[in-house]
């Protein structure tokens, strides 16, 4: 079945400093990729789309310059959190849209910054 | 995209039959449902999908009415390891749309 990897699992990381994370559909090709955050009991929030060789579009409210979203091929894309804050600190997620509209989940990665 | 509705927890016993139904009265002509299961610190997984009457896998099934404003996943004999959260998605998946996560149904099995 189609699979999603997710790097790093987990992240601690100073305030200020810049994160990235990555996203892989390991054996088959991501038309899209979707991120998401999310906090404790809480459900997952759609940050942004992108789309391999264009600029992602990002939803209402999410800051494009402080997630910087990379989508170089068509199975890799990468979130950057920019100069992290604590406030930064959550659940990330990313989704990969295969051509058969099939969507398949990372395993997260879990962002604290202190 | 379809807005659902689902109950926000729900608790039941091992061995059990679990069935959670989600409304969603907008459902256009398009959707299909879909249902996602997530383990706490894990991405979400995919479970079921369907657009009418009832779809069955190794793990769950899915029944439809014939209006399609709501939808019922049946998890059969759960276990303490079904404890998780339940999400339905509505949307059509012949176009490029935006997954919106709903709030989701906590279900807790107990020993």
């Known amino acids: 079945g189609a699979v999603v990897s997710q790097h790093p699992s987990w992240v601690i990381c100073k305030s200020g400093t810049s994160v990235k994370i990555e996203c892989r559909s390991l054996?088959?090709?991501?038309?899209?990729m979707f991120w998401y955050r999310q906090f404790p009991k809480q459900s997952l929030m759609l940050m942004a789309t992108?789309?391999?060789?264009?600029?992602?579009?990002?939803e209402q409210g999410v800051e494009k310059d402080k997630f910087l979203i990379n989508h170089a091929s068509l199975t890799l894309s990468t979130l950057t959190v920019t100069s992290a804050h604590p406030e930064d600190s959550s659940f990330y997620i990313c989704?990969?849209?295969?051509?058969?509209?099939?969507?398949?989940f990372g395993s997260g990665t879990r962002l604290t910054v202190v | 995209l379809a807005k659902t509705t689902q109950p926000i927890s729900m608790d039941s016993y091992e061995g059990q039959e679990v069935n959670i139904t989600c409304s969603h009265n907008?459902?256009?002509?398009?959707?299909?449902i879909t249902w996602y299961q997530q383990f706490p610190s894990q991405g979400p997984r995919f479970i079921i999908q369907?657009?009418?009457t009832k779809v069955t896998n190794e793990v769950a099934s899915l029944f439809i009415p014939a209006d399609r404003k709501s939808s019922t996943l049946s998890l059969p004999r759960v276990s303490l390891s079904d404890t998780a959260v339940y999400y339905c998605?509505?949307?059509?998946?012949?176009?490029?749309?935006?997954?919106?996560f709903g709030k989701g149904t906590r279900l807790h099995i107990l020993p």
């Open positions: 989704s990969a849209r295969a051509r058969d509209r099939r969507s398949t």
């Open positions: 054996d088959f090709q991501a038309t899209t």
């Open positions: 992108s789309n391999e060789g264009s600029k992602a579009t990002y």
């Open positions: 907008n459902i256009a002509t398009n959707d299909y």
């Open positions: 369907g657009y009418k």
């Open positions: 998605l509505v949307g059509d998946i012949g176009r490029d749309d935006k997954i919106i």
